[in-house]
């Protein structure tokens, strides 16, 4: 639009980006720039995730792990290491969690997963600690376990579209509309128990199913409910701006009600270019 003036900021919220006098935003209000200032979308996107509520699956992933392959493990690690490769499994080894990477914690996860049956037998074999082999006995801590990697894993693929280059705001809220549909539509077949779209859990209810039981994932409908609720609660700021963003994303079929009044003249001759 040739007349038109929208512009967008990302913040991380620090005073020197919000500040009303000294700020980012304060300095363009005092200079009549009319700024729409959102906050950083990774940064938001980080802190849905951790609402999910890993605390004790996670605590426990990272006792195990720390146990084979901490700091002072160097021969345990080196053992550990030495039986997956005489097993011919697909990994050589788990991943060590950081609380400053929160990222870290979905890769941790679906790794641990996917070597849960070693790294029980090797626990049984070295006798390190029974109380961290008595877990892998405890269903609930595998269901949470496959559980939260499905999730951690989308939100992984998440902040990776959001890092993605060259990208404007368009692209990077149709990433965060494209996820909250996602949830609705995994939490809708979680209400079902359909794991087609969680990959650790249907591993796990094939599993299951072969000892004559069902995996119900029901009780975890609460915890995607809180994601969901978090997701709309932090990005409301991106709902109000996307009628805004669609004008300039796509006007050949945007509706004039949908839009301010300014732009209608020059809507109605870009929507009318190529038709004759």
């Given at each position: ?8 900021a ?23 720039i ?9 940064h ?9 509520g890993?605390?004790?699956?996670m ?10 392959r ?18 011919k499994?697909?990994y ?6 950081s ?12 790794r ?13 074999e070295?006798?390190?600690d ?5 877990s892998?006995?405890?269903?609930t ?16 693929v ?9 990208q ?6 149709s ?15 979680l ?28 009780d975890?409908?609460?915890?995607l409910?809180k ?23 796509n006007p050949t ?8 009044a ?15």
């Open positions: 639009m040739r007349n038109s003036k929208m512009l967008f990302q913040m991380d919220g620090k005073k020197s980006m919000v500040g009303k006098n000294i700020g980012l935003a304060g300095m363009l209000k005092q200079n009549g009319n700024v729409q200032m959102l906050h950083c979308i990774i938001q996107q980080a802190l849905c995730g951790n609402i999910m890993l605390s004790c699956t605590s426990t992933v990272i006792k195990i792990t720390n146990a084979i901490g700091g002072n493990r160097a021969l345990t690690h080196r053992k550990f290491k030495q039986f997956l490769e005489e097993l499994v697909e050589g080894d788990l991943l060590l969690h609380q400053v990477r929160w990222l870290s914690a979905g890769k941790c996860l679906k641990f997963f996917q070597l849960r049956q070693e790294i029980k037998l090797f626990l049984m070295t006798e390190l029974s109380s961290l082999i008595a892998f006995n405890e269903k801590f595998i269901i949470s376990l496959a559980f939260l990697a499905d999730i951690t894993e989308y939100l992984n998440l902040n990776k579209n959001l890092q993605g280059k060259d404007n705001i368009t692209h990077l809220v990433h965060i509309v494209g996820f909250r549909n996602k949830l609705r539509l995994l939490r809708s077949h209400i079902n128990n359909n794991v087609l779209y969680f990959a650790c859990c249907n591993e796990l209810a094939i599993e299951i199913q072969e000892t004559g039981q069902r995996l119900n994932l029901k975890y409908i609460p915890m409910d994601l969901v609720e978090d997701f709309d609660a932090r990005f409301s700021d991106f709902d109000k701006i996307k009628p805004e963003l669609k004008i300039f994303n079929t945007i509706d004039d009600e949908e839009t301010d300014k732009y209608h003249m020059e809507l109605c001759e870009l929507q009318a270019d190529g038709i004759y």
